[in-house]
């Protein structure tokens, strides 16, 4: 069974500063993995996505994501905080079987300080 | 493209009574709906799947006769919570896939306040 784990509710970074929130995830086969951004009272937006391709996935707003099967980690990163990034973030891996249904993780509250 | 709405974006009802939540993939056909619940300052915990034509498959503990999933055609599907009660006040957030599981665009949301 797949699962994900984020490892931090809340990172607080000052503008300007590198951005990384971590996710782990446990998966039996090679899995799709993600990253989405929800804003105050509104849907969630996908950053980026894993599919098997390149390790290395860049999304839009300048955020990157590894993927490293050796230390089953996605970790999410900016080089460059802005204060429009400050949101909740979710990892997410997608179920086998290709049934397109997602695991999130819990979630991690970027702040960002001025 | 790619844009998946829902309606309406917030809703306040009674106890008791039945609220309907549509969700619609509004330039492709969504062959797959996903809905999902998420309380406050917690993650998704997807509900069910909704497979258009067909029976809506739920998540464990999700109760069928009270969230009520149809799925009539390619780009709409609804949720109708019935009998809702104050504990299903939530954040209602749809999904709507094209393809492969990559393909996974999500609606909104819809905040349910039952008084």
């Known amino acids: 069974a797949q699962s994900v784990t984020q490892l931090g509710s809340h990172v607080s970074v000052s503008e300007g500063a590198l951005v990384l929130l971590r996710c782990n995830y446990s998966s039996s086969v090679p899995p799709y993995l993600f990253w989405y951004v929800q804003y105050p009272n509104q849907g969630l937006q996908l950053l980026l996505k894993y599919t098997s391709a390149a390790t290395l996935v860049k999304g839009i707003n300048g955020f990157e994501a590894e993927f490293k099967k050796s230390e089953t980690s996605f970790h999410l990163t900016k080089p460059s905080a802005h204060m429009s990034d400050a949101a909740e973030y979710f990892c997410?891996?997608?179920?086998?079987?290709?049934?397109?249904?997602?695991?999130f993780g819990q979630g991690t509250t970027l702040q960002v300080k001025p | 493209g790619a844009v998946v709405s829902q309606h309406p974006s917030r809703v306040i009802c009674k106890s008791g009574t039945s609220v309907k939540i549509e969700c619609r993939s509004l330039?492709?056909?969504?062959?797959?709906m996903f809905w999902y619940r998420q309380f406050p300052k917690q993650s998704l915990m997807l509900m069910a799947t909704?497979?258009?034509?067909?029976?809506?498959?739920?998540e464990q503990g999700v109760e069928k006769d009270k969230f009520l999933i149809n799925h009539a055609s390619l780009t709409l599907s609804t949720l109708t919570v019935t009998s809702a009660h104050p504990e299903d006040s939530s954040f209602y957030i749809c999904s709507a896939r094209a393809g492969g599981p990559e393909t996974q665009y999500f609606g909104p949301g819809t905040r349910l306040l039952v008084l």
């Open positions: 909704s497979n258009e034509g067909s029976k809506a498959t739920y």
């Open positions: 330039d492709f056909q969504a062959t797959t």
């Open positions: 997410a891996v997608s179920v086998s079987g290709n049934t397109g249904k997602l695991i």
